[in-house]
């Protein structure tokens, strides 16, 4: 689902900031399945869909469930869109 992902911390934050760009393929498939089609070749259609609601909880909730299948998180990492 993952096409590039950066993650930036800074010694002096208590947190990371990661920028993670979608697969548009798979994020079609994915959208598809909560109701919404676009196109992948169209960036824009592409740029559209991120911005659904519909969408970001499904691309949320398909990357949990795969963290979880690999042994969660540690206790003091949180999750936040």
Partial sequence: MVAQVYIHGDSLQDHLLAV???????????????????????????????????????????MSSQVKRVGGLKGWVKTET
């Fill in 20 to 62: 993670v760009v979608p697969d548009p393929v798979v994020l079609s498939i994915l959208a598809g399945e909560v109701g919404y089609k676009f196109d992948p070749a169209a960036f824009p259609a592409v740029a559209t869909a991120i911005k659904d609601e519909r969408v970001q909880k499904a691309v949320l909730e398909s």
